[in-house]
């Protein structure tokens, strides 16, 4: 399987041939995280559809098909990490896509366990989930572990003209620079190893993420097309990056 090129970014290619490759999407019994599995399976992959709910996975397994497998995995609950974990032999490709959103407030307007909540999801579980896992994608040939961010967590826009609501939805996008910075150092830490580790921005998509994204007409598979892209990243391709859903780099 060879992808596409990207359409802005002249990020290209992957490496050949991903039978008997094997790939585990966290929460991915939904939304971009589903399109992303049907997306690998399609390619070629075997496919560990991560759901922290047994019957929500089993219908996404089954809607998906192919040769997906549903991994009962709560990225916040450390029992069921471990649980997983010990499922998985080997693993080359790593997405983690669990997230969960929080409301527009402000950090003055926010309080700590707000932020707590949501970052247990979306930075302590991708360390569980990573730490978990990298005994599996040591395993690998070709490991690669995907991030799904947001361009809402770079600092660069932020700080810049872009975002009219400066300041809101400080927990969701603080934990999204927080797994930025993550990013930026599992690459370096797992460079020797020679799994690449990086980050997406996907886009405004119709999803249950939050009414924002409910409203959106953004369609979830051309996000997923942007972490597949990654995902099948070639030895010679980037790490410790960050990209939007086209391919395109994206400020930290
Ligand atoms: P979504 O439709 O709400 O899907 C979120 C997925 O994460 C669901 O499968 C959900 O499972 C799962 N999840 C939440 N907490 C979990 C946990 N503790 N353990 C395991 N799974 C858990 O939202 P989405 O838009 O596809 O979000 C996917 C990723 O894209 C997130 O990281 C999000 O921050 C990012 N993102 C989305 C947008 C957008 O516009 N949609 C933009 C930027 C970034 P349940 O069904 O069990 O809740």
């Avoid at 939904?30 to 019957?55: H, N, P, W």
């Avoid at 003055?108 to 979306?122: D, H, L, P, S, V």
Wanted: hydrophobic residues 40%.
């Amino acid at each position: 399987m060879r992808p596409e090129s990207a359409a802005g970014g002249g990020l290209s290619g992957s490496f050949d041939g991903v039978e008997n490759l094997v790939a585990l999407v966290t929460g991915a019994n939904k939304g971009i995280g589903k399109e992303i599995a049907r997306q690998l399976t399609d390619a070629g992959f075997t496919v560990y559809v991560g759901s922290r709910d047994a019957a929500r996975g089993e219908r996404a397994v089954e809607e998906i098909g192919g040769d997906t497998r549903l991994l009962v995995l709560d990225v916040a609950d450390d029992a069921s990490v471990a649980d997983a974990a010990r499922q998985v032999g080997t693993l080359d490709i790593l997405v983690n896509n669990a997230g969960i959103s929080g409301d527009d407030k402000t950090p003055a307007q926010e309080n700590a366990g707000t932020f707590r909540r949501i970052y247990e999801t979306n930075v302590f579980g991708v360390v569980a989930v990573t730490n978990a896992f990298l005994p599996a994608l040591r395993r690998s040939a070709h490991p690669r572990i995907v991030n799904i961010s947001s361009g809402t967590g770079s600092l660069s826009w932020s700080a810049g003209p872009q975002f009219p609501h400066r300041g809101t939805y400080a927990a969701y996008r603080s934990s999204k620079a927080a797994l930025n910075a993550l990013t930026v150092y599992y690459a370096h830490a797992l460079a020797a190893d020679g799994i690449k580790v990086n980050a997406l921005a996907p886009g405004l998509r119709r999803t249950d993420l939050n009414a924002t994204a409910a409203a959106s007409d953004g369609d979830p598979a051309e996000a997923a097309a942007g972490a597949v892209r990654l995902a099948l990243l070639p030895d010679d391709g980037p790490s410790g990056e960050f990209f939007s859903w086209d391919g395109t780099p994206v400020p930290w």
